[in-house]
């Protein structure tokens, strides 16, 4: 669902590496995907925690802003350390620090079994603020590894693959995650009482337990353990860096870099605050239980993953325009299908219950059409899309209200690299430090959720609560119209 991006540093034994790399780009691989997948089992534990610890909406919420504060708090660190003295990880190496945030964050899982034992929220959200600063670490050092796994020329190709396995991740986490938390280990264990002293129902005659969500993230923490090894075992090619880090704060001169901060903010925080309520409220709009909610979830950022692969061809420069529209609607099927069989081998869903779905990629088709291969057009067509969805949503009920929501999905996939492209565009020397300062802004995804469930809290329910996000993308729309060009030259 959420990528970051560095410079790609120089290398000069890129070109010794390239034959025997295979296995080791589907090592670094797999960690796009676990961290795809993990971030959005934070929408699967926001329900399963308002239940257990009977919260409020804007209570539940705290799941995100301890997540993705953690994404602040951890690259404004690195950032100052790097401004005073020099990129860390150009020291200890670019091995060990994915070693480490592979290590802190199995730490992080590894401390959900307490939280859940002693029934303790607060440690909860420790554990999920630790589980934030690994990905951190993991975002900063991954990414220039899957860069130098080749030629040059081909590195972009490289980092879209591993950002479409992170797409891949958030799709399945909701129906994988969702059926090992609200159904297989959730019979393993005494259920979950309420204040009343009554047993926790999920739906009808199953119940939550506290082993539902220590044994996954157990699992997960060993699969973290299982890289770190394989890290470690595995041969990698060395990484020197001939950029100079840097001091003081001179990317800030740049204001269509600061005006890219707050569309990042806005980004993140609108995405990821539609996702975390979206279980919630399909209860509220539907009445339906977790366990079929969740199926919902999944259509929406299986959305995001179709949108980034259409993207990766509506951006290149060497395909024809024939050659792009064809590969475009076959991508569109392709991956249709395979979110379509994903779900129905968990629920059985009907055809004719996820069909309405076809109707939005038509619509993100030719979306792309009048983007005309233009980051800022793009995203400003997306985006004003994206309001008149949630509009919709406001002005009407039941399923359609519904699809319109999941359909926001599609258009949410290219902003993220459209928005990091044009704020760090002519940045020169300042490029590394602008990126850095991109990536504190993840810390939208903190932020929003909280405010859109404090809205919800206040009117009592979150239907009306999706003006929240409008702001977010009429800001983005903004950006791409006019915000981009305003850092052609530096603020004085």
Request: glycine fraction near 10%; proline fraction near 3%; charged fraction near 10%.
């Amino acid at each position: 669902m959420i990528e970051s991006k560095k410079s790609i540093p120089a290398d000069s034994t890129a070109g010794s590496v390239q034959k025997s790399n295979t296995s080791v780009l589907m090592v670094i691989i797999s960690l796009f995907f676990m961290w795809g997948f993990i971030t959005c089992m934070n929408d699967i534990l926001i329900p399963f925690l308002k239940k257990a610890f009977e919260l409020s909406r804007s209570q539940s919420m705290l799941v995100q802003f301890s997540f993705f504060m953690a994404y602040f708090v951890g690259s404004a660190v690195y950032f100052t350390i790097s401004v005073r003295s020099g990129d860390p990880i150009q020291k200890i190496g670019y091995k060990k620090g994915i070693i480490a945030g592979l290590l802190l964050s199995a730490l992080g899982c590894i401390l959900f079994y307490p939280a859940a034992e002693m029934k303790i929220y607060s440690l909860f959200l420790s554990a999920l603020f630790i589980l934030g600063l690994g990905f951190t670490l993991l975002q900063i050092t991954a990414n220039p590894y899957v860069a130098i796994l080749g030629p040059a020329k081909s590195a972009s190709s490289r980092l879209n693959l591993s950002q479409g396995f992170n797409s891949f991740g958030t799709t399945i986490a909701p129906i994988v995650g969702g059926y090992l938390i609200f159904h297989l280990f959730a019979k393993w264990g005494e259920p979950l009482l309420n204040m009343m002293g009554n047993p926790i129902e999920i739906e009808k005659g199953q119940y939550m337990s506290a082993v539902g969500v220590q044994l996954p993230y157990l699992i997960f923490a060993g699969i973290f353990i299982l890289l770190a090894v394989l890290i470690n075992f595995t041969k990698l090619p060395e990484v020197n860096s001939s950029e100079e880090v840097e001091k003081g704060m001179g990317a800030l001169k740049y204001k269509h870099l600061v005006l890219g901060m707050v569309a990042i903010f806005m980004y993140v925080g609108g995405e990821v605050s539609i996702g975390s309520v979206l279980i919630n409220y399909i209860e509220e709009l539907l009445g339906y239980s977790e366990m079929k909610a969740k199926t919902f979830l999944a259509i929406y950022w299986g959305g995001a993953m179709i949108g980034r692969f259409l993207g990766a061809v509506s951006f290149n420069d060497v395909m024809t325009k024939t050659r792009k529209t064809v590969s475009m609607v076959a991508i569109s099927l392709l991956t249709f299908i395979l979110i379509y069989s994903i779900i129905y081998m968990e629920s059985k869903m009907a055809f004719t219950t996820i069909a309405p779905f076809l109707g939005f990629i038509v619509l993100n088709l030719l979306a792309f059409k009048l983007g005309k291969s233009k980051a800022s057009r793009s995203l400003m067509i997306f985006a004003l899309v994206v309001v008149t969805l949630l509009c919709t949503t406001m002005l009407s009920t039941g399923a359609f209200a519904l699809w319109c929501v999941l359909g926001i999905g599609l258009f949410n996939s290219i902003m993220w690299s459209n928005i990091f492209t044009l704020a760090i565009a002519d940045l020169g020397k300042y490029t590394s430090q602008g990126s850095s300062l991109l990536v504190m802004m993840i810390l939208g995804g903190a932020i929003m959720p909280l405010i859109q469930a404090s809205v919800a809290d206040a009117i009592g329910g979150y239907h009306y609560s999706f003006f929240v996000p409008i702001i977010c993308y009429l800001y983005l729309a903004f950006y791409g119209w006019k915000g981009y060009k305003m850092g052609k030259t530096s603020i004085e």
